[in-house]
Every structure is written in structure tokens, then in C-alpha cells.
């Protein structure tokens, strides 16, 4: 059933139809640790996904051990521009972070906050609010937009198709952040020797 339904959903059929974005797919990514069509499909089905549910919570995981490995694996390469993402606070149902040096300029951060609070929903069922501080995510940014590597951009800079991830999804079943790096060397290798 689960394969029948990956062939069914295509991410550009998906995209194309506007039920899904490479903001989402960023998301997906984050709050997972891998991409597959299963981590899509929960996503999409939102409030009925078990995930989504208020008696979720991963087996063993508390919201503080979840909301640390969201923002670390999101986050984690911040201190390399001099900024970084820290947890103030956890529970269930909300959750407080703060964005610190750099970061606090960056014009990347509203894109940031997004990704991490849509990250934290969809692991933490029960989660009703996601505060930011250190950072005023409604002023407007005159600073050039960063090089951060979203989904997106990793497909326009190794020329990566939707297609191309489709194919390996079926193949592979996930695929993780590695994964898709060599697939995207290895379809970059593949154009340039034309």
C-alpha cells in the first residue's frame, strides 16, 4: 500500500498541485532526519497523522530531547557565520528558543523560524506555541540573503531534479541528508560529462 501510494504522490505532482512546497519538504526533512514518501505522507495528512495527534510523543523522547534534535540538526552549522540557536524551554505544549549573535541580523532567520516551528509541529503533536527570542522576526532585513542550503537551493545548485528525488525515493525508500548530497554530485558528474 505504502508503495502504491509513493508512486501515486509524486513531489512534483504534489508541488504542482500546491498541496506541498520546498518549504515543506525542508521541514519534512528537519523534523525527520531523513526525506521519504512516508515522512510526506504524514505531513499531509496533518491532523489525522498519528504523529499530529495529542496522545503522540515518539517512544522514549521527551519534548526537550526532541526539540534539541530538531534545532541541532537545523542549526547546528549557525556558529560557523558567529551565530547559534540555544532551547530556553520545553514541555509539550510550548516551546521557547533563542537565536543568538549573528543570527539575530541574519535575513535568513524568519525562513529559520519557520522551518523550525513547522519541524517542532509535526514531531510534537501536543505542541501548541513556538516563541523566539533575541530576534525581532517581523522588521524587515536590508542585508543580502545568506547561502543557507534548503532543499531548493540544493536542486538548483547540483541541478537535482524532483524527478531525479522521486527516483531514488522509490529505489531507496529515504533517503538521508548524505544521500541526497551524493545524488546530487553524482547527477551534477552525470551533466558535465555530456
Keep these: 500500500m505504502a508503495a502504491k501510494r509513493a508512486k501515486e504522490r509524486t513531489i512534483e505532482a504534489l508541488m504542482a498541485r500546491r498541496m506541498i512546497s520546498f518549504r515543506d ?3 519534512i526533512s528537519v ?3 531523513y526525506f521519504s514518501y512516508e515522512a510526506i505522507d504524514d505531513f499531509l495528512e496533518g491532523s489525522s497523522s498519528e504523529h499530529n495527534s495529542p ?3 515518539p517512544a522514549s523522547q521527551d519534548a526537550p530531547a526532541i526539540a534539541k534534535e530538531i534545532v541541532e540538526r537545523i542549526c547546528s552549522c549557525q556558529f560557523h557565520d558567529g551565530g547559534g540557536t540555544s532551547l530556553k524551554s520545553a514541555s509539550d505544549q510550548e516551546i521557547e528558543l533563542e537565536f543568538h549573535g549573528a543570527c539575530k541580523h541574519c535575513p535568513q ?5 519557520d522551518i523550525l516551528k513547522m519541524a517542532l509541529q509535526h514531531r510534537m503533536g501536543r505542541l501548541d506555541t513556538v516563541r523566539f527570542f533575541g530576534v525581532a522576526l517581523d522588521e524587515e532585513s536590508t542585508l543580502p540573503v545568506n547561502n543557507q542550503f534548503t532543499l531548493s537551493r540544493f536542486c538548483r545548485e547540483y541541478g537535482l531534479t524532483l524527478k531525479e528525488i522521486d527516483e531514488a525515493l522509490e529505489r531507496f525508500g529515504r533517503l538521508t ?3 541526497l548530497q551524493l545524488l546530487g554530485l553524482r547527477a551534477r558528474m552525470r551533466r558535465e560529462n555530456r
Design 25 to 27: 519538504l525542508d521541514a
Design 31 to 33: 523534523a525527520n532526519g
Design 55 to 57: 496522545d503522540y510523543m
Design 109 to 113: 532567520i524568519r525562513y529559520t523560524a
Design 177 to 179: 541528508d548524505r544521500e
